[in-house]
């Protein structure tokens, strides 16, 4: 167990629908991050948050949003949901702003996206 | 861009013996760390090994080392009495000093026959 918490654990919508999917850092950690991993695409960084304000930007696409809250929690919002949106959503978290330390990220379990 | 290139897409070992995963990268910068990362069926991504590119000697957990050649951009893991929960998806993954960005290679499915 990483210590990374992520609900829910598998999701199901139809095309053009919006989800959110939701993620706890390890305790103390201040950064938070978003992967997408899907059969084509492999694992792809999506972005970065530290101590609330956006970090790093990746591939994620316009109809995705992302915040980090004052608890350090964090929401991955998809919206219009298209087909190709159907992958396993990883969020992992820090200690470090991403800029020193040992550099290691720790994983949550994931979210299983479904779109039909 | 920072590219990590995994070129076996499938390995298989026999329990007790060692595998080798091979994963290459490539980069401008001189300082960097490179992960792997394991992912069984669960899917769930567990940390295995770290290597800082300024350190030259490998790094080393339990039954798993790497060999690293910062000349050649080569970061393979080695896996020593392979054991039937090996089993797994193995992940290399690259990330800059100065950046928060983990870049993944394709993955090697690594099966392990009894």
């Known amino acids: 167990d990483s210590g990374v918490t992520q609900t829910p654990k598998h999701l199901i919508t139809a095309t053009g629908q919006r989800v959110t999917l939701r993620c706890s850092p390890r305790?103390?950690?201040?950064?938070v991050y978003w992967y997408q991993q899907s059969l084509d695409q492999g694992l792809q960084f999506l972005i970065q948050y530290y101590n609330g304000e956006e970090r790093a930007k990746g591939n994620i696409l316009e109809r995705f949003s992302a915040q980090q809250f004052p608890d350090l929690h964090s929401e991955l919002n998809l919206s219009s949901l298209e087909l190709g949106d159907s992958a396993l959503y990883f969020c992992?978290?820090?200690?470090?702003?991403?800029?020193?330390?040992?550099?290691?990220?720790?994983f949550g379990p994931g979210t299983r996206l479904t779109v039909l | 861009a920072q590219t990590v290139t995994q070129s076996q897409p499938e390995m298989s070992v026999q329990e007790a013996e060692t595998v080798t995963l091979s994963c290459t990268y490539d980069t401008s910068e001189s300082d960097y760390y490179l992960f792997w990362y394991k992912q069984p069926p669960s899917r769930q991504m567990i940390l295995v090994i770290r290597q800082e590119a300024y350190k030259q000697q490998n790094a080393t957990e339990n039954r798993f080392s790497v060999n690293f050649q910062k000349a050649a951009k080569s970061f393979s893991l080695k896996i020593s009495d392979s054991q039937l929960g090996d089993a797994a998806m193995y992940f290399c993954?690259?990330?800059?000093?100065?950046?928060?960005?983990?870049?993944f290679g394709e993955g090697t499915q690594l099966t392990v026959n009894p």
């Open positions: 993954a690259y990330r800059e000093t100065s950046g928060s960005r983990l870049t």
């Open positions: 305790s103390g950690d201040l950064s």
């Open positions: 992992a978290s820090s200690e470090d702003p991403g800029t020193s330390g040992r550099g290691e990220q720790f």
